[in-house]
């Protein structure tokens, strides 16, 4: 890894805003999920959330391009599991949907711990994560359409969290990701193909240092350098 990639990836994870997230309600087209994802991590999002009802899809291609190497896709059979995980972070959670007690998505402060549920494209957010939500919000439209595409809402929501979250400052102080994973960011964005060697294997990551070198013992480079059937042999 070069110092420069080892810094980029140093200053992204300093900026990352860990109680800042969104969850996918159902959101089963591909150019949709893989922009919404796209967005996070521009946004400085390091984990979302999705629910799929019915089949399971992999966030990937497309739109991402590379996104989804960064961002952490967490998945949920139902919403109810996924809200109540969420509000265990103590997010506050916001539904985008038009309703009598929506407001403004202006009006909200995310500087708080803040999740916002993105509804299926077609029937939006189900009556369960209205329920579950603490607020909806809407985006004001003024012309012949009612919705946005849900990943243009999420863009559009995520971009006014992010104007308020750097007026507070927020992006000036190092995120408090966890070591472990901070390490295992370092080692799979700048060493992925040593990366994809130890899923392979089944070889743990090593730690890596302040410059960006791997730090790792004898044997485990040994092991590194073999197939798995050689080093297997060894261990026996």
């Known amino acids: 890894m070069t110092p420069q990639r080892h810094q980029r990836i140093l200053d992204m ?3 990352r805003q860990v109680d800042l997230t ?8 591909p150019h ?8 996070c991590d521009a946004i ?3 984990d979302v959330h999705a629910i799929w009802k019915n089949e399971r899809m992999r966030v990937g291609g497309g739109s991402a391009v590379g996104s989804q190497n960064w961002v952490n896709v967490h998945h949920y059979d139902n919403t109810r599991d996924a809200v109540l995980r ?4 103590g997010m506050q959670v916001l539904v985008t949907n038009l309703s009598e007690t929506s407001v403004d998505y202006r009006e909200i402060d995310y500087t708080k711990p803040t999740a916002i549920i993105l509804g299926q494209e077609k029937f939006g957010a189900s009556e369960e994560a209205l329920a579950l939500a603490d607020q909806d919000i809407i985006i004001p439209m003024v012309g012949m359409v009612q919705s946005l595409n849900v990943s243009v809402a999420c863009a559009v929501t995520l971009y006014e969290a992010q104007r308020q979250r750097q007026l507070a400052g927020m992006y000036d102080t190092p995120s408090n990701i966890s070591d472990e994973e901070r ?8 060493h992925p193909i040593f990366a994809k060697a130890c899923k392979r294997k089944g070889l743990p990551y090593p730690q890596i240092d302040e410059e960006g070198h791997i730090v790792a013992s004898d044997d485990w480079w040994q092991k590194m350098q073999m197939n798995q059937e050689a080093w297997e042999d060894l261990d026996s």
């Open 32 to 39: 949709n999920l893989a922009a919404v994802v796209r967005t």
């Open 183 to 190: 390490n295992r960011v370092l080692f799979e964005g700048g």
């Open 13 to 15: 994870l300093n900026k």
């Open 86 to 89: 969420l509000k265990e972070q």
């Open 44 to 46: 400085g999002i390091h």
């Open 22 to 29: 969104v969850c996918m309600e159902g959101v089963h087209k």
